[in-house]
């Protein structure tokens, strides 16, 4: 089935949450690579998604804010924490664009069990930070368990001009209405909706990742091809479907 379109703004209404959070102070790196790349690393029954023949490989970091179950205001403490995720972009047999979480790590225990027990997604517990200095974000992240141990990440970011007209490219990279991941034998597609968004053009100042390379994937020889950032959007996800 052809993918649907890229839309701003979500498609597929969430009327019954099982999930409620609030992603704040993004900072988006995107690298273009071959879909033969990504291909491998895909769950069954989803493909590469491609713009112009490429697809392209996420570093997105940010601050979770009040993560909590159902419809509720969500956790203070252990709701709030920074992460950094690795993503790929998939398209299902029913045609939904979505990400693929190659790793997430974040800063709290907690939830990082819980999402590796239920849903089988790759959270990672590290050590984590966000600075904010005028108009830079500083994200540091070293990774504890379950490894590989001291796998680090730090970038600066500094944050420009708000884009008032995103563009295709844009919108492609940033308005992924799900997940796919891979669960007790089943590959699931998790639905979530939220405010179009707020996007800013950014500057990168610093890199110095480990992250996208430990979830196997090579970018190391080029700079990325987007640098995003954006004051953040509440979100609710709904439950899951099974793919396959």
């Known amino acids: 089935m052809d993918a649907e379109a890229v839309t ?19 900072a988006f790196l995107h690298w273009a690579v071959d879909p033969e790349v990504v291909a491998p690393l895909l769950p069954p029954g989803t493909r590469p998604d491609v713009l112009d023949g490429r ?18 205001p969500g956790l203070p403490y252990l709701g709030t924490f920074c992460e950094t995720n690795v993503r790929v972009y998939s398209v299902d047999t029913a045609g939904r ?19 590796r027990a239920s849903l089988r997604l790759p959270y990672l517990w590290s050590r984590m930070r966000l600075r904010r200095d005028g108009d830079l974000c500083t994200y540091t992240c070293r990774r504890r368990w379950p490894g590989p141990r001291g796998t680090r990440s730090a970038l600066t970011v500094r944050v420009g001009q708000a884009i008032t007209e995103p563009s ?35 500057e990168l100042v610093h890199l110095d990742d480990h992250l996208v390379g430990a ?20 979100v609710r996800f709904g439950a899951p479907t099974t793919v396959r």
């Open 8 to 26: 701003a703004e979500a498609v597929r209404p969430v009327r019954r949450p099982v999930l409620v959070q609030r992603w704040q102070d993004l």
């Open 97 to 115: 664009r979505a990400v693929v979480f190659r790793s997430l790590d974040a800063a709290r225990l907690l939830p990082v069990l819980a999402a």
């Open 55 to 72: 697809t392209y490989v996420g570093l997105v970091a940010f601050r979770m804010v009040r993560l909590g179950p159902l419809a509720g």
């Open 215 to 234: 979830a196997g994937l090579d970018v190391s020889a080029s700079a990325p091809v987007s640098v995003l950032w954006s004051p953040g959007v509440p």
């Open 168 to 202: 295709p490219f844009d919108h492609f990279l940033t308005a992924r209405w799900g997940l796919h991941t891979r669960a007790f034998g089943r590959t699931l597609h998790l639905p979530n909706v939220h405010p179009r968004w707020p996007l800013h053009r950014a």
